[in-house]
């Protein structure tokens, strides 16, 4: 059973930074893509930047220059760092990763993060 467990979420005020962590349970060579989405309520689950196997990466455009996504394959854990934060990237952020052998997708529970003064 794959797991994918997000942390990192909190509160932080705008300008801040966090990162945040998705914990899986699989080799991460083993997806492709994985990426972040982040939702919030009354609104449809948006992207927010993915990564291909071969590092190929896309940033939703409200994202680009502040967010970056990386991967660690000795800890099988992927990365968002977050910088310069905005009131409007507070939003629930989930971790996903596609299986390279089913093409099942799976994601995380979700972080909460919350850009206020």
């Known amino acids: 059973q794959v797991q994918l467990v997000e942390s990192g979420g909190g509160l932080v005020q705008p300008g801040g930074s966090l990162r945040l962590s998705c914990a899986t349970t699989r080799n991460i060579f083993g997806f492709n893509p994985m990426g972040w989405y982040r939702q919030v309520p009354g609104r449809e689950r948006e992207l927010v930047v993915s990564?291909?196997?071969?590092?190929?990466?896309n940033y939703a455009d409200s994202v680009k220059g502040r967010f970056t996504i990386s991967r660690d394959f000795a800890k099988n854990t992927l990365y968002l760092q977050m910088n310069s934060l905005k009131p409007e990237d507070t939003a629930v952020y989930y971790c996903?990763?596609?299986?390279?052998?089913?093409?099942?997708?799976?994601w995380g529970q979700g972080t909460q993060v919350t850009v206020s003064s």
């Open positions: 996903t990763a596609r299986s390279i052998v089913t093409n099942d997708d799976y």
């Open positions: 990564i291909t196997r071969g590092g190929s990466t």
